[in-house]
């Protein structure tokens, strides 16, 4: 049933287009605009270029926001068709259902987050001193993250609207406190207690120690451990929203 579920969910995204090239084309566009903003920057010799910095942490941003606005609408309109009370008719776990979509739409984030990390090693030259394997199993972990979000925060939205509505409070306040415009060291006492609870500042400091060192570190694979657990943990709290199983 897992298996099924996943495979009808990715059935059902393959014919939507749109959705389609929201995951798998806007990011690497957004991350040639990060370049391009940066293209005629002059820096004294030796100088890491600004995109080697924004850029990378861009790869955990975009399909983090991505993710979430896909699955939040997606798993709304499952819920005001009536197709997730249908299927509550069936043998079917509530497990097995919620992790079916996570299944499908974490295929979608692997492919989503490859094609960017490509794009941006391949085309824009990313220069960074760690593995662009350990980037590219970021930026998934981080889409995933989002598809979690995406899952739990559909639960509490009536409408398309009220969906989208939950990106100035879930979301915005992440990418403000992240560590992308001021180091979270640099912040004051509130903004760092706060960023701490942040699922999204713990994949920018995973990305920041890829970007530092050539091989994986401890401080790397705790972010990582961290951001798995925040994941299974708001899938499971995700569960608790899905109709009850009715005969």
């Known amino acids: 049933m897992l298996g099924a579920t996943a495979a009808r969910v990715l059935t059902q995204l393959r014919h939507d287009h749109r959705s389609v090239a929201m995951i798998l084309v806007v990011p690497s566009v957004l991350l040639a605009v990060v370049y391009w903003l940066f293209e005629?920057?002059?820096l004294p010799p030796g100088a890491p270029r600004t995109f080697d910095r924004v850029g990378l942490i861009m790869l955990a941003i975009f399909p983090f926001v991505i993710m979430f606005l896909i699955t939040s609408i997606t798993m709304l309109r499952e819920r005001t068709t009536g197709t997730l009370e249908r299927l509550m008719t069936t043998p079917i776990h509530q497990a097995d259902l919620l992790f079916g979509y996570g299944?499908?739409?974490s295929v979608m984030a692997a492919l989503q987050s490859a094609i960017a990390t490509g794009v941006a090693y391949w085309v824009f030259n990313l220069d960074i001193r760690g593995n662009g394997g350990y980037v590219v199993l970021v930026a998934?972990?981080?889409?995933?993250?989002?598809?979690?979000l995406g899952l739990f925060c559909s639960a509490f939205a009536r409408t398309e609207f009220q969906a989208v509505q939950f990106m100035p409070v879930v979301v915005?306040?992440?990418i403000l406190l992240c560590g992308l415009f001021v180091a979270r060291d640099h912040m004051n006492d509130v903004f760092h207690a706060l960023s701490d609870w942040m699922p999204l500042s713990y994949s920018v400091d995973a990305l920041q120690e890829i970007a530092k060192n050539a091989d994986a570190t401890e401080a790397m694979w705790r972010d990582f451990g961290i951001m798995g657990a925040i994941v299974l943990g708001l899938l499971a709290l995700a569960s608790f929203t899905l109709p009850r199983k009715s005969s």
């Open 172 to 174: 915005i306040p992440q």
């Open 140 to 148: 998934v972990v981080n889409a995933v993250l989002g598809v979690a």
């Open 103 to 105: 299944i499908a739409f």
């Open 40 to 42: 005629n920057e002059t």
